[in-house]
């Protein structure tokens, strides 16, 4: 039946297959499906892991104050978090270097109600401010671009000025 194949063959054969999808043909276009990002509500203190990178993180600042911690950078994480529930307590979304430790990692580009963009420093967290009547729908993305100053690129909408706090360590 079928000849035997040599080990170096075989690691060859392997070495060389093509990795990657194309999905730009536009003669014959690819779609992929089942790709759908995993949403978890959160209400108390969280540590995010890295297998939770693409998560959409549903808040609820009705639970009270909380602090959700990212973890130790790694480069092509991502993160959203949007506001689902309102009023109760501030959530700080922290930057940590190992999971726990605070520090100032996060480069931030926000966009505020009647402030329009606010460019920063890096910062150690963002914080959902519910006394500023934290906003349905509010958000901020995290997208980990480095595993140093600056670890963390975040984009952040709200329709609330000054509903998005930023602090440092």
């Not at 730009?24 to 499906?33: A, C, E, F, G, V």
């Not at 978090?81 to 100032?104: H, L, S, Y």
């Amino acid at each position: 039946m079928g000849g035997k194949i040599s080990r170096s063959r075989l690691e060859k054969l392997v070495e060389n297959l093509s990795r990657e999808l194309d999905f730009s043909t536009k003669s014959d276009p690819t779609t992929l499906r089942g790709d759908l990002r995993p949403v978890v509500d959160l209400d108390s203190n969280t540590s995010v892991t890295a297998a939770q990178s693409g998560t959409i993180f549903a808040v609820d600042l009705a639970s009270g104050g909380y602090t959700v911690a990212l973890p130790t950078p790694e480069v092509g994480l991502y993160y959203t978090f949007v506001v689902t529930a309102d009023n109760n307590g501030d959530v700080k979304i922290m930057a940590t270097t190992d999971g726990q430790t605070e520090a100032d990692l996060i480069l931030c580009n926000l966009w505020e109600a009647n402030l329009g963009t606010v460019h920063t420093a890096t910062q150690s967290a963002v914080t959902f401010d519910a006394s500023e009547s934290g906003t349905l729908g509010s958000a901020i993305h995290l997208y980990c671009i480095g595993t140093s100053d600056p670890a963390w690129f975040c984009e952040g909408y709200t329709s609330v000025a000054n509903e998005l706090d930023l602090s440092t360590a």
